[in-house]
């Protein structure tokens, strides 16, 4: 190789020197800079921390009392205040706790040892289980054959009204309101003139089988209570579905429907006593429903759907 391309080694003693050079001119930049005078530091401003929006009270009310008498005589959510665009906390475990009675009440379950405990002739429908009677509303319509036969054998023929009493889609409502519902529609029934049948009981049951048995007990007209579909805390509530002239597949439209029958809701006594006029009124026309007109709104006919 030429001299001239060879690449002359740099010494220790230079490698020092060259070093030392430059720690030296960062130490002194440093110096400079820390000689300069430096801008006073603002303190800072505490910090208040919170989560969620900021809660915003509602308009005091003209009347205070009136307010509070108001939500004593109701059940509903009123005046319930938020917190920015969503519900106080004491409000939302509410609706929770509401919404967990709504589901019991889907999934309860009356014993048949209980209905024969209150004096009704126990039967049930083709529904194998709580499961398929949710699942497939059609079987909870149709007895199954025991349940036919017994009904041949111990229910009262050919009567005014034959009572039946279903667990519905609350089970809990029935074991709650339905002895005293049934007592209280045989008294203002018999009051009427009625000749009212012994009390039926069907497990796992819908409206519609009122219709066959309605046509195995050969009567003139049928009453069902069942566990209405719950509502947010609203577990305990029944309805009362009547139908003049029963047969198979009755169209909905000739039925009537009371419901609601719960102490917070309809009592009892006051709906059996309602029931009593409209069957009154149903004997009177010769069928209910559509066939229903005029008198009292409360018995104007309506078209339901369970």
């Keep these: 190789m030429p001299a001239s391309e060879q690449k002359r080694l740099v010494t220790e003693a230079e490698l020092r020197a060259l070093v030392k050079t430059i720690v030296t001119d960062v130490v002194k930049e440093a110096g400079a800079l820390e000689a300069e005078p430096s801008a006073p530091v603002e303190p800072e401003e505490p910090r208040t921390w919170a989560r969620g929006p900021e809660h915003r009270p509602l308009t005091p009310p003209k009347s205070a009392a009136a307010l509070a008498h108001l939500i004593t005589t109701t059940p509903s959510r009123i005046v319930t205040g938020r917190t920015g665009t969503r519900y106080l ?82 089970a809990l409502a029935l074991q709650v309101n339905g002895p005293s519902l049934i007592q209280a529609l045989h008294g203002a029934l018999t009051a009427k003139g009625f000749r009212v049948g012994k009390p039926l009981f069907v497990k796992f049951a819908r409206i519609g089988v009122q219709d066959e048995i309605g046509v195995l007990t050969q009567a003139k007209s049928t009453l069902i209570i069942v566990g209405e579909r719950p509502g947010l805390g609203t577990g305990d509530s029944l309805s009362i579905y009547t139908a003049f002239g029963p047969r198979l597949g009755q169209d909905n439209s000739e039925k009537d429907c009371i419901s609601n029958v719960r102490t917070v809701g309809f009592p009892p006594q006051r709906a059996a006593l309602k029931c009593a006029e409209l069957m009154k009124a149903s004997f009177a026309a010769g069928g209910g429903g559509v066939k229903l007109s005029g008198g009292d709104a409360a018995f104007r006919p309506h078209v339901v759907n369970h």
Excluded at 151 to 161: I, L, R, Y
């Design 89 to 170: 906390t004491h409000s939302y475990l509410g609706l929770r706790a509401d919404h967990a009675i709504a589901l019991d009440a889907v999934e309860s379950e009356v014993d048949e040892a209980w209905a024969v405990q209150q004096g009704w002739v126990a039967l049930r429908t083709r529904a194998k289980d709580h499961t398929e009677f949710l699942l497939h509303p059609e079987q909870g319509r149709r007895l199954d054959d025991p349940s036919r036969a017994r009904c041949e054998q111990a229910a009262d023929k050919g009567v005014d009204v034959q009572l039946i009493a279903g667990d519905g889609l609350s």
